[in-house]
């Protein structure tokens, strides 16, 4: 699979994304970098084919097909659109996207899925006290089950803290089995990143300012 976003930009004067060229596909992780609150959740939504760009295109194996880049991507921690509300509990975000996946979500298999990926002690404590690695851990696992996924969009696992090193690693890791993955994250964990082993160090893309343009209305068209 190969996903390919050339000049996607959105909304007024292309304030929520400045013109924006990417790609990502099987088998490797790739890191976009974009500022502001924002856009890393703007342009997740698009790479994943859940908003429509107001200029640009976007590409699935060569092709525009955001229906079927919806059903193969997972939009995994984007701000207000898809992260976990802060005070569920670790095992409760397990059962709710166990479910969501069509496995069994009773308490018991929440607990098992915990066991298979090593946080079960953190069954009880809320997410939001979950530190970075761990978190990002169970959203990166929970998203590999869904039926059909072969992609993954992660957006801004920097915002947790800790070192960019342990998810990026992560990224690499979901990356091996298979899977498209695309991280969205900011400039000062790129650079940290820049530090990485060269066999291992991401080439960012970068989202790029742009002239203004006149105004024009912006529909947002998500769904979630």
Do not use: C, Y
């Not at 060569?62 to 939009?75: C, E, K, S, W, Y």
């Not at 960019?164 to 940290?192: D, F, K, N, S, Y």
């Not at 970068?206 to 343009?213: C, E, F, G, N, S």
């Amino acid at each position: 699979m190969r996903i390919e976003l050339t000049g996607v930009a959105k909304g007024r004067r292309d304030e929520a994304l400045p013109p924006t060229s990417l790609r990502f596909a099987t088998g490797r992780a790739s890191l976009a970098i974009a500022e502001t609150e924002q856009r890393p959740t703007v342009l997740g939504l698009i790479a994943s084919g859940r908003m429509v760009p107001d200029s640009g295109s976007v590409t699935l194996d060569g092709a525009p097909n955001r229906r079927g880049l919806r059903r193969r991507v997972a939009l995994i921690d984007a701000p207000d659109v898809s992260d976990p509300a802060p005070d569920i509990a670790v095992a409760g975000v397990a059962a709710e996207e166990l479910m969501f996946a069509g496995k069994a979500s009773d308490p018991l298999s929440a607990r098992r899925f915990l066991d298979r990926v090593g946080l079960r002690h953190l069954s009880r404590t809320p997410i939001a006290d979950v530190a970075p690695r761990d978190r990002l851990r169970l959203l990166l696992e929970l998203a590999v089950l869904r039926p059909g996924v072969e992609g993954i969009v992660l957006v801004s696992p920097d915002r947790h803290g800790g070192d960019p090193a342990e998810w990026w690693a992560l990224a690499e890791e979901i990356a091996q089995r298979g899977l498209a993955v695309l991280v969205i994250a900011g400039h000062a964990a790129a650079e940290l990143l820049r530090d990485a082993p060269a066999a291992r160090r991401p080439r960012p893309s970068r989202v790029r300012p742009t002239r203004p343009r006149a105004a024009r209305s912006t529909r947002e068209g998500v769904t979630r």
